[in-house]
């Protein structure tokens, strides 16, 4: 028995030991509990059932216990419903025995449980920061919290390079206000590219930190490349999961209900689990593969963060995935136990070939995507004040606007330009004033904090789904607005199952439905859902460009899929670089080789438009730009030139020439001054000051001049 497990309180010790078998703790839950007694904020990085909730439990269970506390002690905040559930059932096993009272609230929980007024509070409390943000409107529960001592924060990475991460950053330096000291944070993930930023971000500045990183032991990983066309995908994913317990990722809602349209009759145990199904679909799902024998169930990422669905014997991955951090999500879904991590590709052509084994070659090279946190969140910054003022009535404006502006997620935002958005929020009727105090104004009573402020509480926007009820009340999810407007009559997917829409209420967001018997048909339509999919990551098309220098991959790949990468590379030309741009003349234009992922060849795209004039036109993809139209005796050294001088502007040439988005396409952008919109969208959605520096820094090659890329060392790790 270690010092550290000695040196927990009885009662935690008898838990562990006899609930839980254990006689010592796992290296990662000693570290932690080591650094969280020096009064250290931690994030703490192991592999996926490394033990990382224990490990944040442990020394939270110890506190409570010994310092006998009432009231909320801590409370554990995660990115999706479904982990909570998931997480509560962990967390009781431990909890109940040690006398202490877990309880989650989030918008699946039915609202008679999602109170604690007049009884008692939980020691834990699982929750989302959408569903923190009602509890700290209500001043009786969040008067529940002046005891509080810690704040755990699951799968980090799932909200640090978003404005969601700023709401919780927001959300974490409030609750320190409500408690009156400043809280513990602990907060976990299995994947991070820049760890040492993302806990700078979480932990805030002149607090203590220490970052808890333990090295997962190496263990055996197979995987296999099966290459299928479109019409052959769902007979190679009916074989490789037949017999099996397996998770199907895909890219979208849609091909998820696709694939279970054409994997029915051929998969026993099939379910679907996605965002716009109902609470019910999505745990008998889950639960389906808690159970015994054979189960498959089609997902999208909703599946990838660390809900424990048990021992699975293969995951399986239609197309590419989006990300190295997806990939490795994935990867630590399966292989538990001791078993090895199996995972499948199927893929429709040579091009999605290359991507996945890219993906693999760079998670060897653990190339994970490092997070950047917003440093403009103005949309946020609305929100958060709108809030404010929601739950005081009234305030001062000197005091609500320098409360805000402490918090450390706006530490980019200057008084200057909060001056303005306010006046601006004065004049568009969204605030009132009274002397010098500010107010809701009769537009925000009357749009964005109607309903009790419910829009308020959220940064991103819904599409204004219909949510898919039968005549006796069963939801079966939600369809998206484009898609009803097909009518009523509309057959469908939802969940793996046909329904028929049979009325419409447009006022309400309603779409009644009601079984459809009879297996799928070719007249069923295809649900779909807005929303594009992920771009490409640089780490991933970095990735590729490697591969595409060697013309093969380092995996021991069979020689069909070695042979398809080449034919690729070769497809391209010789002298392809390891990095940097190449500029190739072909029969359909101008190649621009650019292996900087989608949103970077997305804003290139314009940029080179703009500096070769109107004739020529610019298409891109995630890898590469195809220019056409230039009529020049050149056309590669045109746009050659024009690349070149490209790499030269500064970063306000490159805003300036960038076309700004609707503000609508952010939750609160339409209630932005221009300037300030504009300067967000420049800063943190287009990074001006990133891509101008990527693309001076980019080397520029003409046909012929090569750099090797050397292969990845292969290790079992």
């Not at 199927?346 to 946190?373: F, N, Q």
């Not at 004040?385 to 320098?402: C, D, F, P, S, Y």
């Not at 002298?575 to 949103?599: N, T, Y």
């Not at 997305?602 to 139209?629: C, E, H, I, M, N």
């Amino acid at each position: 028995m270690s010092g550290v497990f000695a040196s927990l309180h009885p009662t935690l010790q008898g838990v562990l030991a006899h609930r839980l078998g254990w006689d010592n703790l796992r290296p990662v839950q000693e570290a932690a509990a080591l650094a969280a007694a020096e009064g250290n904020d931690l994030l703490v990085i192991a592999g996926t059932a490394g033990g990382k909730t224990e490990a944040a439990l442990i020394p939270v269970i110890d506190a409570v216990l010994k310092e006998g506390l009432p009231g909320v002690g801590c409370i554990c905040l995660s990115p999706l419903k479904a982990l909570i559930n998931d997480q509560e059932e962990r967390m009781l096993s431990i909890c109940t025995p040690a006398g202490l009272s877990v309880q989650k609230w989030h918008g699946d929980v039915p609202k008679s449980e999602r109170s604690w007024e007049g009884g008692d509070p939980p020691h834990i409390l699982l929750t989302t920061p959408e569903s923190l943000e009602v509890i700290l409107l209500d001043p009786a529960l969040a008067a529940d919290l002046k005891n509080l001592r810690f704040v755990i924060v699951d799968e980090v990475h799932a909200f640090a390079g978003d404005l969601r991460g700023v709401q919780l950053r927001c959300l974490l330096d409030r609750l320190d206000r409500a408690a009156g000291r400043s809280l513990r944070r602990i907060g976990l993930s299995a994947t991070l590219g820049n760890p040492q930023e993302i806990l700078n971000w979480f932990s805030g500045p002149d607090r203590r930190a220490r970052l808890v990183a333990v090295p997962s032991p190496p263990g055996k990983k197979q995987f296999s490349f099966l290459l299928a066309d479109q019409s052959g995908q769902a007979r190679a994913v009916a074989r490789l999961v037949s017999g099996q317990r397996a998770l199907v990722f895909v890219r979208s809602r849609s091909e998820a209900e696709s694939l279970s349209s054409a994997l029915a009759g051929m998969v026993g145990t099939l379910a679907v689990h996605h965002s716009s199904l109902s609470a019910a679909a999505r745990k008998a799902a889950e639960e389906s593969l808690a159970g015994q024998g054979a189960a498959c169930v089609i997902c999208t990422s909703t599946l990838e963060l660390g809900i424990d669905i048990g021992g699975l014997d293969r995951v399986v991955q239609v197309g590419p995935p989006p990300s190295v951090s997806s990939f490795l999500q994935r990867l630590g879904r399966t292989g538990r136990r001791g078993s090895p991590a199996r995972m499948s590709f199927v893929l429709a052509d040579a091009l999605a070939l290359l991507v996945a084994v890219a993906t693999v070659e760079a998670a060897m090279r653990r190339e994970i995507e490092p997070l950047h946190p917003p440093v403009l969140p103005y949309t946020v910054f609305v929100q958060q004040l709108l809030l404010a003022l929601l739950k005081e009535r009234r305030a001062l404006r000197r005091t609500v606007t320098a409360s805000l502006l402490s918090c450390a997620a706006f530490a980019g935002i200057g008084e200057e330009d909060v001056g303005t958005l306010i006046d601006h929020l004065l004049a568009e009727g969204y605030l009132s004033a009274d002397g010098g105090f500010l107010m809701l104004g009769p537009t925000a009573e009357r749009t964005v904090a109607r309903v009790h402020g419910r829009d308020l509480l959220s940064v991103f926007a819904g599409a204004g789904a219909f949510c898919a009820l039968t005549p006796e009340g069963e939801e079966a999810g939600d369809l998206d607005p484009g898609f009803v407007a097909g009518g009523v009559g509309t057959v469908c997917t939802l969940g793996g199952r046909r329904w028929r829409i049979i009325a419409l209420d447009s006022d309400h967001r309603i779409a009644t439905v009601v079984p459809e018997g009879g297996g799928p048909r070719a007249s069923d339509r295809r649900p779909f859902w807005s929303g594009a999919g992920a771009p490409m990551s640089p780490a991933v098309a970095r990735a590729v460009q490697r591969v595409l220098a060697r013309g093969s991959s380092s995996l021991p790949l069979g020689t069909r899929e070695q042979a398809a990468i080449r034919g690729v590379a070769e497809e391209i030309g010789p002298g392809i670089p390891a990095d940097g741009f190449l500029v190739r003349e072909r029969d359909e234009g101008v190649l621009v080789l650019s292996c900087h992922g989608g949103r970077f060849n997305r804003a290139l795209a314009v940029l080179l438009q703009k500096a070769l004039g109107t004739g020529p036109k610019v298409r891109f993809s995630d890898l590469w730009l195809l220019v056409a139209g230039v009529t020049g005796p050149d056309p590669a050294g045109d746009v050659r030139e024009a690349l070149g001088a490209v790499q030269g502007w500064s970063r306000t040439e490159i805003a300036d020439a960038l076309p700004l988005p609707a503000p609508d396409t952010w939750k609160f952008g339409p209630l932005l001054p221009r300037s300030l919109f504009a300067g967000m969208v420049r800063a943190d959605d287009d990074d001006c000051a990133a891509l101008a520096a990527l693309l001076a820094a980019t080397p520029l090659y003409p046909p012929g001049e090569h750099i090797s890329a050397p292969a990845p060392h292969m290790t079992d790790e």
